[in-house]
């Protein structure tokens, strides 16, 4: 009973991401998921990125949380629209509580949305929300094991950000092993090695992520 359950609440999830997926593609508007542990940088690299990008790309960010807008307010500092989420308890946002905020934008102002998805290496990569593409941030602080431990979010992503690579010299971990282990789960990541603390590896990033805006669709 509860893996059918289960089944019917991502099956009707999935036609609601369906129909945002089609409102987005009317629009034209590019739209990736942000996923990650709490702490890995999510928020700290939408801060870089939307300071590098917002004089060439319109952009647009939805925050989800369980509770609180802190990364709210800091996005809203940079002078582009922002809508919070808080969840009160779940641990990931799903297509409806997206399309919840449909009425609080405008999309014809957008190129580019970015959902970051509450803090959490499991949940987030089951529930689609009608975007293009997901992409995980992987500090190196968190260890070599997560492609093993966590291997839903590394299948589902179509990139992996490296994230805090400055620290690297003070742990015990290595990037290569990192890597290798994530293109095991998911042989067609793209990978970027980055230091949202330094700014070391974040223009190929923003360069990569022009490329999707530009083209309308990642390939």
Not at 98 to 105: A, G, P, S, Y
Request: hydrophobic share 40%.
């Amino acid at each position: 009973m509860k893996i059918s359950v289960v089944k019917n609440i991502l099956e009707a999830n999935d036609r609601i991401a369906q129909e945002n997926r089609a409102i987005f593609d009317q629009k034209g508007l590019t739209v990736f998921n942000l996923m990650s542990s709490p702490g890995a940088g999510k928020t700290s690299l939408l801060e870089k990125t939307i300071d590098a990008l917002k004089d060439q790309v319109k952009l647009g960010v939805i925050e989800g949380d369980i509770q609180s807008s802190q990364d709210a307010e800091r996005i809203a500092q940079k002078g582009i629209p922002v809508v919070q989420i808080n969840t009160g308890g779940a641990c990931h946002l799903d297509g409806n509580m997206i399309r919840d905020t449909f009425k609080e934008f405008n999309f014809d102002d957008l190129d580019l949305l970015v959902v970051e998805n509450v803090g959490n290496l499991v949940c987030p990569a089951e529930f689609k929300v009608g975007e293009d593409f997901k992409a995980m941030i992987l500090s190196v602080t968190e260890g070599e094991d997560k492609p093993t431990k966590y291997p839903l979010m590394f299948h589902e992503s179509k990139v992996l950000i490296i994230n805090k690579i400055d620290l690297l010299p003070y742990l015990d971990v290595s990037l290569e092993t990192i890597k290798k282990e994530a293109l095991k789960v998911n042989p067609h990541l793209t990978i970027f090695e980055v230091s949202c603390k330094t700014g070391q590896g974040l223009d190929a990033w923003y360069d990569w992520l022009k490329e999707q805006v530009k083209t309308g669709r990642p390939a």
